[in-house]
Nanobody, 126 residues
């Protein structure tokens, strides 16, 4: 199993920045891809960004491209989502998730992912 813990959410004004963290533990060697998703009240879970765990190839949803960036800590199994120029429509609960089945491509489908964190709330005020 893989355990994921997100942190870093909070309240920020529009135009501001925030960095989310996702710490992975357990059988991290089994991870192929990681995705960041978000879910606002009354809406479906939405793919935000993702990357291949070992090669670090990144993918972004059009809605965040140019504003969000994934990075990683090489010494630890922690991945970050740097969010800049935040907008009120970015308000949601953000989740990280991992896929432990072989794949070379990041999927935007939530159903593809095997393990999820508990999420962290981001609120962007206008």
């Amino acid at each position: 199993q893989v355990q994921l813990v997100e942190s870093g959410g909070g309240l920020v004004q529009a135009g501001g920045s925030l960095r989310l963290s996702c710490a992975a533990s357990g059988r991290t060697f089994s991870i192929y891809t990681m995705g960041w998703f978000r879910q606002a009240p009354g809406k479906e879970r939405e793919f935000v960004a993702g990357f291949t765990w070992n090669s670090g190839r990144t993918y972004y949803a059009d809605s965040v491209k140019g504003r969000f960036t994934i990075s990683r800590d090489y010494d630890k199994n922690t991945r970050y989502l740097q969010m800049n120029n935040l907008k009120p429509e970015d308000t949601a609960r953000y989740f990280c998730a991992v896929d432990v089945h072989y794949t070379a491509v990041v999927s935007s489908a939530a159903s593809r992912y095997d393990y999820w964190g508990q999420g962290t709330q981001l609120t962007v005020s206008s």
